[in-house]
């Protein structure tokens, strides 16, 4: 569980890393300010993901239905938190931009493809064995 864990941080920082380059660079080909938001969304985006993984592996073993409710709820969290947090700063001038719109979403959708198939391969592999 632990191994699974390190190799999912791992993987996901890394993959993180470079799409986070990227999206900064195409900020600054577009010469448009990157909010001050960009690195706290990438944070988030990682340790939530990390942190459902870890919970969805858990319930797995005692409870397997579960499994999937667990990880459908840390969705609702992270929306939870864009909507607390990031989306306020965004709409001060009433108007949420796409540049703005990425800043989080990128990152979302890259934590959240690698998360499940990560999971996917987790899950699949406790159940055959």
């Known amino acids: 569980m632990i191994l699974r864990t390190f190799r999912l941080a791992t993987l996901l920082l890394a993959i993180l890393l470079v799409v986070w380059f990227v999206h900064k660079k195409l900020f600054s080909i577009n010469l448009v300010d990157p909010t001050s938001l960009m690195t706290p969304a990438y944070l988030v985006n990682y340790f939530l993901a990390l942190a459902i993984f870890t919970a969805v592996v858990l319930v797995h073993r005692s409870h397997s239905m579960m499994a999937g409710y667990v990880f459908l709820g840390g969705s609702m969290l992270k929306f939870l938190i864009f909507f607390l947090?990031?989306?306020p700063t965004f709409t001060i001038?009433?108007?949420?931009?796409r540049v703005e719109f990425s800043v989080f979403f990128v990152p979302y959708i890259v934590a959240l493809s690698t998360t499940v198939v990560?999971?996917?391969r987790v899950l699949n592999k406790g159940s055959i064995g």
């Open 85 to 87: 947090f990031f989306y």
């Open 93 to 97: 001038d009433d108007e949420l931009s």
């Open 118 to 120: 990560a999971s996917a």
